[in-house]
């Protein structure tokens, strides 16, 4: 029988899961969550492009357990204190543009440096005698380090941080949703809004050059009220940590299964783009999202009612041999990835996208000329949660400093 439930399953069998999903039921009713599920990349890309259809605020109602509207009537801006991901147009787009004043390319130019520095950092800090650890030596320490640095914290306050992301993600999509949110999780949650909401607080006083200063600085009416700035800087920590320690972990992980693959980009890294995006496409770091259906859908003879919670399966879509062909379960950066929907896809595109790709490529940059192969096999310890795909832990034998692959 075919079972798949978004909070329930997670490992190594998730795709051949997908390829029974996306043949035998593409309109899947999961009980456990009370969601349908939809897995092939047409119906995915579909409904990610119809926010008139499905609306984005059940990533608030089945993630975090908030209201969210009914029918056509969509949650308003106030009640969304700045989970961007879950506001449908047109309160959407103003969000959207106060907070993108925050990434644009001069901000991400002078990230380059930073994200660079802290790469070659953490790796000169690596041990050559004993394995090195590429999630907890690199992999989850990059991308809260760059975090902390775009809401301006002290990069000796990252373990916060890291453990403020750990707790948003095992309470937003993990086994805290089973067991029920720990004391400790729900303290963290709480110095983390008092911690981001001091740092807010002063950047309205006295703005500076930074991410934080760019979204509360009145443009206009354009302008982010406090809670919202505290709501967008916690929806920051935890979109863009797991998600890119993931992608990092996943993607040296693929190059370890696949040697060959792995000496063609140390030979040549000018293919790190390309594995980067197969990455992307083959093992999704974020594996699905939520859409409410704003009024009855008809897919494949199914109806799903109006208000149905709905799964996305990026994570199928990207495997789908409908969109990639017979061999889209083959790991091939040859192939053209372009069209994966591993960021999502149409106005909720992610923001973070550029970030994420030059964090990434800078981590292989500078681990790859030095990576001899994997120092463990076993079993995968997996991630603390369904929504994301990753390891806990990837040991693997480094070369010496400076003495190259
Ligand atoms: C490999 C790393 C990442 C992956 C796979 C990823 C994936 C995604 C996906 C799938 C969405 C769409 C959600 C939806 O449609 O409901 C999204 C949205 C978003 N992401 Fe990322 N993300 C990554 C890194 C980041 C980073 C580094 C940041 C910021 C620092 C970030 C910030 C955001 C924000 C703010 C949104 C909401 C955009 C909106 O609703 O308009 N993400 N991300």
């Not at 998730?14 to 349908?36: C, H, I, K, M, N």
């Not at 390309?274 to 494949?300: A, C, G, I, K, N």
Request: aromatic share 6%; charged share 25%.
């Amino acid at each position: 029988m075919l079972e798949y439930d978004p909070f329930v399953t997670s490992g190594t069998d998730l795709y051949s899961l997908y390829d029974r999903l996306r043949d035998e039921a593409p309109v899947y009713w999961a009980e456990e969550t009370g969601a349908f599920v939809l897995s092939r990349y047409d119906d995915v890309s579909a409904a990610l492009a119809d926010t008139d259809g499905f609306s984005s605020d059940a990533m608030r109602g089945v993630l975090m357990g908030a209201p969210t509207g009914t029918g056509e009537e969509r949650l308003p801006r106030s009640d969304a204190i700045g989970m961007l991901v879950a506001v449908d147009p047109p309160a959407h787009s103003e969000l959207r543009r106060i907070v993108s004043r925050g990434f644009t390319p001069r901000q991400m130019a002078g990230w380059h440096d930073h994200i660079d520095e802290t790469v070659r950092m953490l790796l000169d800090a690596a041990p050559t005698d004993e394995p090195f650890d590429v999630i907890a030596g690199l992999s989850a320490r990059l991308p809260v380090r760059v975090i902390a640095a775009l809401v301006g914290a002290d990069p000796d306050h990252e373990d916060r941080f890291r453990m403020w992301a750990d707790a948003a993600t095992s309470v937003m999509s993990g086994s805290a949703r089973l067991t029920g949110i720990k004391q400790e999780e729900a303290m963290a949650m709480m110095a983390m809004a008092a911690d981001l909401g001091e740092r807010i607080d002063a950047r309205t006083e006295a703005p500076r050059d930074d991410l934080l200063s760019a979204i509360v600085k009145a443009q206009g009416e354009d302008v982010l009220s406090r809670e919202e700035a505290v709501g967008f800087a916690a929806l920051l920590l935890f979109a863009g940590t797991e998600t890119t320690t993931n992608l990092i972990g996943n993607a040296v992980a693929a190059l370890l299964a696949h040697p060959d693959e792995l000496e063609r980009v140390q030979k040549d890294p000018g293919r790190i783009n390309s594995v980067m995006e197969e990455t992307l496409r083959w093992d999704s770091p974020v594996q699905y999202v939520f859409r409410r259906t704003t009024r009855p859908m008809d897919r494949h003879g199914v109806t799903m009612p109006v208000d149905s919670n709905v799964t996305l399966l990026l994570g199928a879509a990207n495997r789908d041999p409908r969109r990639w062909g017979d061999d889209a379960d083959r790991f091939d950066p040859d192939r053209d990835a372009s069209g994966h929907v591993a960021f999502g896809f149409g106005p909720h595109f992610c923001l973070g996208a550029a970030l994420a790709r030059a964090e990434t490529a800078s981590a292989l940059e500078h681990l790859l000329p030095r990576l001899r192969g994997e120092a463990t096999s076993g079993d995968v310890d997996w991630v603390d949660s369904m929504q994301f795909r990753g390891r806990h832990s990837l040991l693997v034998e480094l070369a010496p400093l400076h003495t190259g692959a």
